[in-house]
């Protein structure tokens, strides 16, 4: 189990798959900017006023079931956010998931469990500002919830990592490639031999393997009738 002796403890088991990730999200954002705790400490009155401030009432429900035990429960689950020693990143996707369970407010759950997610990864790292937070999906209990955005979290990591490195490291050939891609999108290899004359089948080959490999382009379709386009 990965809480401690909180009033309020998640119903959740840390997997390898979990841990995994989250070695590898941590080797992505190295050490600096990272943050121990949560600069901004969340409280009943800032959770009413997050949801006001996103078009909600900032009222907790008084609708079934048990409305009388939501303040309750999101004191301790509150309480159990700030005082537990479970990674901060973890803890993230974990109070989003449990805030949904509860659901505190008539409307917006889930869209302010997601926007108060995202400020608990910012406050650990700015990074992760970028990545985006992924819903909960039917059948998901905390530990899938948990395992499945740090996996994606991963990924987009990865994903950003790679065209960093690869948009630094781009001729002006391919340069000039990702430019037109990007304003003739679905174009074919015969287009763009067409729109660069200078540029032989063969080193363009070179050139657009170059940009698939670095995440700026993808080829989608079939060998025959498939194109090229930016990636976003």
Not at 40 to 65: C, D
């Amino acid at each position: 189990m990965f809480f401690n002796n909180c009033m309020y403890a998640p119903c959740f088991i840390a997997t390898p798959q979990i841990f995994a990730a989250l070695s590898t999200i941590l080797s992505s954002l190295g050490n600096a900017g990272v943050a121990t705790k949560y600069a901004e400490p969340l409280n009943l009155e800032s959770l009413q006023r997050a949801h006001a401030e996103m078009g909600g009432s900032g009222a907790f429900r008084s609708a079934p079931p048990c409305p009388h035990w939501v303040p309750v429960l999101i004191e301790a689950l509150l309480e159990w956010l700030h005082e537990s020693p479970t990674h901060p990143i973890i803890r993230a996707a974990l109070f989003h998931f449990e805030l949904v369970q509860i659901r505190p407010f008539d409307a917006g759950n889930e869209e302010l469990a997601a926007a108060l997610h995202r400020k608990l990864l910012v406050q650990y790292h700015d990074t992760l500002n970028a990545v985006e937070i992924p819903a909960i999906l039917p059948g998901h209990d905390a530990s899938a919830y948990v395992e499945y955005t740090l996996q994606q979290m991963q990924k987009q990591l990865k994903s950003a990592t790679v065209r960093a490195e690869g948009s630094m490291a781009l001729s002006q050939a391919e340069s000039q490639i990702v430019d037109y891609l990007q304003q003739n999108p679905g174009s074919k290899r015969q287009d763009l031999l067409h729109a660069m004359p200078r540029l032989s089948a063969r080193v363009l080959d070179r050139h657009l393997q170059h940009l698939r490999e670095a995440g700026c382009i993808e080829y989608r379709g079939s060998r025959k009738t498939g194109a090229y386009y930016p990636c976003s």
